[in-house]
T-cell receptor, first 111, second 114 residues
Framework: KNEVEQSPQNLTAQEGEFITINCSYS?????LHWLQQHPGGGIVSLFM???GKKKHGRLIATINIQEKHSSLHITASHPRDSAVYIC?????????????FGQGTTLQVKP | NAGVTQTPKFQVLKTGQSMTLQCAQD?????MSWYRQDPGMGLRLIHY???????DQGEVPNGYNVSRSTTEDFPLRLLSAAPSQTSVYFC?????????????FGNGTRLTVT
């Protein structure tokens, strides 16, 4: 079983819909990252969380450390949000910053 | 700042050939790393460096070498390319290895080994 699991693997939405992508992990962590990979291949860091909630524009990321779970929400989705969203965690015992990555969630937003 | 610059963007090699993927960052980041991305799998760490002169192995280091002679550059060498090394390679850097340090990725190198 992977230490970081994302769901769903694939998601299709209509423009304007509210979207939730989930990330569950099985190890103690010191930080969780949400990344976005566009069809062209480049990867951008969206959020870094160790507790609570962060918001940037239409994106909201939450984390529940006790439940070992994080969610990425997109409000008023738009076709330009179509991308692969990747969750990555830093193991609590890591003193070198190594990350464990989920397999990614492929989101397609249709106009 | 250019951020993290990777070259080349695409490369085709024959089995047994060697090559170097270049990675440079201009943000004075201490931490640099190389990942490979394969279909159906998450990004996997090949090698990483926590500062000039210091490198260490990640999950999948076999067949790859790295060096970190300067803070800016972290090249990845394929010693004798194999078809199993066909993948997309990403270089990433972070200011340091603290939990609050975000990742910055290069645009990737798509490598095909025939």
């Amino acid at each position: 079983k992977n230490e970081v699991e994302q769901s769903p693997q694939n998601l299709t939405a209509q423009e304007g819909e509210f979207i939730t992508i989930n990330c569950s992990y099985s190890v103690g962590i010191s930080a969780l990252h949400w990344l976005q990979q566009h069809p062209g291949g480049g990867i951008v860091s969206l959020f870094m969380l160790s507790s609570g909630k962060k918001k940037h524009g239409r994106l909201i990321a939450t984390i529940n450390i006790q439940e070992k779970h994080s969610s990425l929400h997109i409000t008023a989705s738009h076709p330009r949000d179509s991308a692969v969203y990747i969750c990555a965690v830093r193991h609590l015992s890591s003193n070198t910053g190594k990350l464990i990555f989920g397999q990614g969630t492929t989101l397609q937003v249709k106009p | 700042n250019a951020g993290v610059t990777q070259t080349p963007k695409f490369q085709v090699l024959k089995t047994g050939q060697s090559m170097t993927l270049q990675c440079a960052q201009d943000m004075n980041h201490e931490y640099m790393s190389w990942y490979r991305q394969d279909p159906g799998m998450g990004l996997r760490l090949i090698h990483y460096s926590v500062g000039a002169g210091i490198t260490d192995q990640g999950e999948v280091p076999n067949g790859y070498n790295v060096s970190r002679s300067t803070t800016e550059d972290f090249p990845l060498r394929l010693l004798s390319a194999a078809p199993s090394q066909t993948s997309v390679y990403f270089c990433a850097s972070r200011r340091d290895w603290s939990p609050n340090s975000p990742l910055h990725f290069g645009n990737g190198t798509r490598l095909t080994v025939t």
